[in-house]
């Protein structure tokens, strides 16, 4: 099997660099690679100029319309018979294509995922950050571990797909957040086999400030509820649970000072169960520490996030929206 490996680009050439160099690393070289620049300012092509005697690569521009289109586009110049989509912002293991070629070659499906990890060079902020999108203790709990699409949604930083079943949906969808979770809807609506293969993991450096977390998790709380009007019945109990976080801070202020001081402790006791939880995975009370930050990060960021889009599109009816689009990466 030849894999054609899709990266959209932008405005990451640093990054494109790492990820590129666990490529060469590869124990299997049966792939190529496709770098699709989405309209960056500072562009990855002197990157790409280093690998072109060590990859099969190819490297194009085109204007900016998003990561669905601009992985489109780098499926259109693809000559494998099988996908792989990864983010500029990944790392790749030496096991990872011959991990996945093994298992396809054993149970043949449409598509997978994999999961994330964290690499011990990465910043205690990426650490925290990994922490908070990967626990059961946060959202990563709805992201799901299971080999089944109904718990397990592929993401597009790490997705594999044929070009079979990516042709039949017409690739992606031009949303600028979501669009991993429609194009998984999608496959399993058009009845495609999917699966997650645990050994095809990679290291995701993911936001590299808080900030950035914000916005993101800010914008997959939005998608959400889009999401839910483009795919009725998608939306499960355990979505709303960030809302309600969200919802249940708020109140425990008002609710120490009418009912009882003790109710304060709850948020105390969540923070230091994330604490301990971080500790035992990371081995490190750093990390733990900004873990507290990344989780209440995530969890009030998505959980505002889903409240304002509940508002305004079930609410109000207004259309689909996103936020930070001009500074997503600030």
Not at 219 to 236: D, M, Q, T, V
């Amino acid at each position: 099997m030849y894999f054609s490996i899709v990266i959209p680009l932008y405005n990451r050439p640093e990054e494109l660099d790492e990820l590129l160099a666990s490529l060469c690393e590869q124990s299997n070289k049966e792939f190529e690679v496709i770098v699709v620049e989405d309209g960056s300012t500072q562009k990855g092509d002197h990157i790409v100029e280093r690998y072109r005697d060590r990859l099969a690569i190819t490297y194009f521009e085109k204007d900016n319309s998003g990561p669905g289109p601009t992985r489109n586009a780098g499926a259109a110049r693809a000559s494998g018979n099988y996908l792989i989509f990864f983010d500029s912002d990944c790392i790749i293991p030496r096991h990872y294509v011959e991990e996945v070629s093994a298992f396809l070659e054993k149970e043949p499906v449409d598509a997978y995922g994999g999961p994330d990890a964290a690499l011990p060079t990465f910043t205690t902020v990426q650490k925290a950050i990994n922490y908070g999108m990967t626990s059961f203790l946060t959202t990563g709990g709805i992201r799901g571990g299971r080999r089944s699409m109904e718990k397990f949604h592929p993401r597009s930083f790490n997705l594999g797909v044929s070009r079979k079943a990516f042709n039949k949906l017409g690739g992606y969808r031009a949303m600028r957040f979501g669009e991993d979770i429609d194009f998984s809807l999608r496959l399993m609506k058009a009845g495609f086999r999917t699966t997650l293969i645990p050994g095809a993991y990679v290291y995701h450096k993911r936001r590299s400030s808080f900030r950035q977390f914000f916005k993101q998790v800010y914008n997959s709380g939005i998608a959400r509820i889009n999401l839910h009007l483009l795919h009725p019945g998608s939306l499960r109990m355990v979505h709303l649970l960030p809302a309600l976080f969200v919802v249940g801070m708020v109140l425990i202020l008002p609710a120490t000072i009418f009912i009882h001081p003790a109710l304060l402790l709850l948020p105390l006791l969540y923070s230091l169960l994330l604490f301990l939880d971080s500790l035992r995975i990371n081995h490190s009370a750093k990390v733990a520490l900004q873990s507290i930050a990344a989780a209440w990060i995530q969890l009030t960021g998505y959980g505002s996030g889903f409240i304002v889009a509940v508002w305004r599109r079930l609410i109000l009816k207004k259309e689909a929206f996103s936020a930070f689009e001009k500074k997503f990466y600030d």
